[in-house]
């Protein structure tokens, strides 16, 4: 059996949503922006997708941006900033975004793993411009209290407009992760600029968006023909926009309880019968399909690979940090010994997981970790 344990890293395309591309690549081929009746209708569908993917988020259509993925959604929520202030649980890329600036500024984040609200706002100078916290961690999958923020960061404007200060202030917010498991509501989150990303919801990868809240300034990465308002200039990717829309339409079928309930049945099963297991970050908040475990003893890359050898496939934390073997960031700044953060593994579940599946990986870490930790003590006793 295999049993992929890593939709947070990726998840495959649903069915559903390849039918719903598949014409935009053959007979519905046409440039949007040509002048012609089937270029019109095209450019119809593809705004009535935008429409679909805005209304997610309580949004309108024209206040979204498409582009090649989270990763470009996030540059050009970073563009023409000078000084920000990122949270210590951010993805890879947002990290190397606030060290391309002038001045950046990294706040603390707390033993469950959420951002420290009072640093995080204690880090904000008259300067700074930009404000950045993902709606979920990637690593950890805790919930952080943007609304919080959102609330403190306006008082930090009327202070400044009561001094003279009339420099911009925005909040960006990368809610990627979130998108299906969490209500999302740009006004209720009270953020400037929000990230979406169709590869975490069964679509297709690279392709996201950017909101971008009436009245707020952003800086173009891409010049060209004036596409998307003139901030991602190109010929409309229109296939994969229309699978987007599609993956948005199905979020409410999504069985959030359920996979909640699979992921505490593993949970469960898993601290019952291996001793020395730690739970890392807020066991209550937390996104549905999310569990990270610290097996004391045990060096996390060697078990993924025993267990990958058994068809369990589960990571260390995001695909991009593993990737590079940097380990994750977030486990550093969340205080964690260097032995804690090696034998820590992050396991998440999706709408495909099943009861059998759960069960089976369930036993195999079971066999797998305590078969390591034994090999472990008798290399030690014998070296």
Known sequence: MEVYLDYAAATPVDSRVMTAMLPYFT????????????????????QNAKATIAQAIGAKADQLVMTAGATESLNLAFAGVESVVISGLEHPAVFKLAQSKTNHAVAKITPSGLVDVEDL?????????????SLVSSDLGTIQPISKIASEMRKIRDQRLARGNQRPLKLHCDASQGLGYLPINVARLGVDLLTLSATKIYGPKQIGCLWIRPGIKVAPLVLGGGQEMALRSGTENVPLVIGFAKA?????K???????????????TILAQI??????????KRLANYLVLSFQNIEAERLIYRLENRGVYVSTGSACSANRGSGSRALVNLGLSEA???????????????????????????????????WANDYLQNS
Not at 121 to 133: N, R
Not at 248 to 252: A, G, H, I, W
Request: net charge negative.
């Open 340 to 374: 804690e953060r090696l034998a820590s593994v992050r396991i998440s579940l999706g709408q495909l997981t099943t009861a059998e599946q759960i069960d089976y990986a369930t036993q195999v870490m079971i066999e797998e970790v305590l078969a390591e930790r034994k």
């Open 27 to 46: 007979e519905r081929f046409f440039n949007p922006s040509a002048p012609y009746l089937p270029a019109l209708k095209v450019r119809a569908d593809y």
């Open 275 to 284: 001793p020395d297991v730690t739970i890392i970050g807020s066991p209550k």
């Open 248 to 252: 948005v339409d199905l979020l409410r």
């Open 121 to 133: 706002i204690s880090k904000i100078t008259d300067q700074t411009d930009l404000v950045s916290v």
């Open 254 to 268: 999504f069985k959030t309880k359920e996979v909640a309930e699979l992921r505490d049945r593993l949970e469960a």
